[in-house]
């Protein structure tokens, strides 16, 4: 068994209060920002998200580990979640494409767990006095000690770089007809197979790759994936996408999103609570048409920031009326917040990706 019943840890929060549960994956101390995530299946999409590097992760769907691992649903091939905080962990899961056990994974990975928690309770903390830091310890460690370790605690800034692909690769059908360039802040697999899946032949950069260096590659289109962290922590991606703007088609999905944003000289800030998980309602603003969408981000793009910088709103968050998503069609560009790739979540808006290919061959918008 990869975790016990025994309560030998805990979580302690900036405001003093403290979570008790067992321990499974991973050992040890450390310091992180605790978020939640409301979707209902996919926590191994989520732990292998790298947008969740320094994060504790708190599932409000209470059972979590009960169909196990498998091979071709990591998102990541080196997952970097900082912690899974559930309500009931499952060490022997029921599915036969399982491989693993989540715990025997977060082991493999340094990633650490805790079960038992009131997942309710801590999720509403969350909700009302928003993201803080967090430690994650034994249960005895004394709270005065523990409070201490978190005032003196600074958030690393650096975690689209250690995310970040070390060096380029490409994907995909060589005689592919187009060639798209993705600079990986952080990216999810599912959005380098929804642009496979369209014939497209797929050159993976790193987050600092500069523009000249892409443009030598001569792509197509261009798209800035997603990732974590503050998008201000990023200025070289940002001074890549500007140089790019109005050369090539550019697509920005989440992290994406915001950096293009910055790019055109807007502005972004930070959510209480962010959005993370698989029910959120966005609207198409030229369709009208409601998408429900897969989310996970802690920034916002702010809409009076875009005066003036050629960008307009294209969708809206239903729930609590955000930017998901921005167009410049004179510059050939637009992205939205949210993940059209889902994994997981819903696919309503895997038509952004045909969106990007009609772009580049310099066609219409498909509906």
């Known amino acids: 068994m990869t975790g016990s019943s025994e309560i030998n840890r805990k979580i302690i929060l900036e405001d003093g209060t403290e979570y008790y549960g067992s321990s499974f994956g991973a050992g040890g101390d450390r310091i992180l920002e605790i978020v939640f995530n409301t979707s209902m299946t996919g926590y191994q999409e989520i732990m292998s998200d790298p947008s969740y590097t320094d994060q504790a992760v708190v599932m409000t769907y209470p059972l979590i580990g009960n169909y196990g691992m498998a091979e071709d649903d990591y998102e990541s091939l080196s997952p970097s979640v900082g912690a899974l905080v559930v309500r009931e962990y499952n060490d022997e899961p029921s599915n036969f494409r399982s491989v693993a056990t989540l715990g025997e994974v977060m082991v493999r990975f ?192 702010d809409e009076e920031s875009l005066a003036g910088t050629g960008l307009k709103v294209t969708h809206r968050n239903l729930l609590d009326g955000t930017v998901e998503g921005v167009s410049c069609p004179d510059a050939h560009v637009f992205s939205v917040q949210y993940h059209p790739e889902s994994s997981p979540g819903p696919e309503d808006s895997g038509y952004l990706f045909d969106r990007f290919i009609g772009m580049i061959n310099g066609g219409d918008r498909p509906e």
């Open 110 to 301: 340094g990633i650490a767990g805790i079960s038992g928690v009131d997942t309710r309770k801590l999720n509403r903390s969350i909700r009302d006095f928003g993201t803080r830091k967090a430690l994650l310890t034994s249960a005895g460690t004394p709270l005065c000690d523990g409070l201490a370790r978190l005032r003196e605690h600074e958030q690393p800034t650096d975690a689209v770089s250690r995310v970040s692909c070390s060096a380029p690769f490409t994907e995909g059908d060589p005689g592919a007809g187009i060639s798209v360039v993705a600079i990986d802040c952080g990216m999810k697999r599912g959005i380098i197979r929804s642009l496979k899946k369209r014939g497209c032949r797929v050159t993976v950069v790193p987050w600092n790759t500069t523009a000249e260096e892409i443009l030598s590659l001569a792509p197509d289109g261009v798209l800035i994936s997603n990732g974590p962290g503050d998008p201000a922590d990023v200025p070289e991606t940002a001074k890549t996408a500007a140089a790019l703007i109005g050369r090539l088609p550019v697509f920005g999905i989440c992290l994406g999103h915001q950096i293009l944003s910055l790019a055109m000289g807007a502005k972004t800030y930070k959510l209480k609570f962010g959005h993370r998980g698989g029910n959120h309602p966005v609207r198409d603003l030229d369709t009208g048409r409601i998408e429900i969408t897969s989310q996970n981000h802690s920034y916002a793009v």
